[in-house]
């Protein structure tokens, strides 16, 4: 059997001690380029391909690695647009920090399992992205004592987040629409049923996002005489809007305007409007949450939030020491376009 090549087999044929081997793949500013070169090519004669992570973990208590939680499946951190340019963002900063992201995606119906999987879950930090609050994982990250930011506002004074105002940015959309003349509103919001189930109306207390509660709670208070009812046809995605707003434009009792809590859930229901000669912003006005890449292509009313941005914040108060405000409110914008227009007369 061939002999194990560890770090003192390369020091013994390097003619350095083990602690200058270990420091020219740990902390190579400690040594002279020269030095290691001559290790890691002694290293590589001998086969040998670096200390083992699992142990250096252990020795140093860090895992090298941020987990990100959000209430989905995996697939959706790769196909959602917000979840892709929020990743970029915090991706970015973990890169600077040589650290990895873990995705830890918790099912909406094994919650056990979720739970279990961050119990077990080897990082040093978590981003809490479309986590509903009270989800027993976020109790595991505490008794853990893993420091955690999340994407919603908190209450307490200790807690780390990077939002955004969002019953301020329902009320800018509401005001919006409540100066076209519209009184009647159907909102498009996500559940945990696959994307375009069979559509259902919820009550605001069943809608279980804390950011989609709020704004509605906007809208509201923007619109306080206008009939706004919530209807969700699954998971945030172009087919869940493409059913829900179906279900409602094909339904006696139709509204002026459709708003979608997300981009993609505003497309879908552009779609559905389209599929029965419909035309946004003249038949009905249609607005969406984000301002991602295909809103402005689609002519989509949108609000807009610094994604990427938002990510990279977050990053930097998971990693860097020197930042020392923990809650960041981040700028939204309005951005009206064709998809809005003034309520139909009757």
């Known amino acids: ?26 902390k190579p500013d400690q040594l002279s380029a020269a030095v290691r070169e001559r290790i890691l090519a002694k290293a590589q004669e001998l086969g040998y391909s670096g200390p083992d992570a ?15 939680l959000f209430t989905d499946k995996l697939a959706y951190a790769f196909s959602d647009p ?17 650290t990895s992201l873990l995705l830890v995606p918790l099912s909406s119906t094994d919650i056990q399992g979720g739970t279990n999987a961050v119990q077990q879950a080897s990082m040093d930090a978590a ?18 004592g893993i420091p955690v930011v999340s994407t919603d506002m908190g209450d307490h004074p200790t807690d780390s987040w990077v939002a955004i105002d969002e019953s301020a940015s329902g009320a800018a959309l509401g005001e919006h629409l409540a ?4 009184r009647d509103l159907v909102v498009l919001v996500d559940n945990t049923e696959a994307a ?40 945030n995605a172009f087919d869940s809007g493409l059913a829900a707003a179906g279900w409602v434009l094909d339904s006696q009792d139709r509204p002026t305007a459709i708003v979608g809590l997300s981009d993609v859930q505003a497309l879908g229901a552009m779609e559905a409007m389209r599929i029965r ?27 807009r939030q610094p994604i ?30 064709a998809s809005s227009g003034p309520a139909p007369r009757n």
């Open 277 to 303: 000669g419909l035309v946004p912003g003249r038949d009905l006005a249609v607005t969406g949450f984000d301002d991602i890449p295909a809103a402005g292509t689609a002519g989509l009313t949108t609000v």
């Open 54 to 68: 699992s142990a250096r973990a252990l020795r140093s208590g860090k895992a090298g690695a941020v987990g990100v």
């Open 308 to 337: 990427k941005d938002k990510g990279r914040a977050v990053g930097r108060l998971l990693l860097d020491p020197s930042q020392t405000q923990r809650q960041l409110t981040m700028p939204t914008e309005l951005v009206v376009r």
């Open 196 to 235: 375009g189930s069979r559509p259902v109306e919820l009550l605001l207390d069943e809608v279980g996002y804390a950011d989609c509660e709020l704004r509605i709670q906007g809208l509201r208070k923007a619109m306080p005489d206008a009939r706004i009812r919530i209807v969700s046809g699954g998971h």
């Open 127 to 144: 981003a809490i992205f479309c986590v509903a609050p009270g989800h027993p994982a976020l109790d595991v990250l505490k008794n853990r």
């Open 179 to 182: 100066r076209l003349g519209h």
């Open 82 to 98: 917000y979840a892709v340019g929020f990743l970029a963002g915090l991706a970015e900063v973990a890169e600077e920090f040589a």
């Open 1 to 26: 059997m061939t002999p194990r090549v560890t770090i003192k087999t390369i020091a013994q044929a390097a003619g350095v001690s083990p602690s200058t081997v270990s420091n020219a793949y740990n």
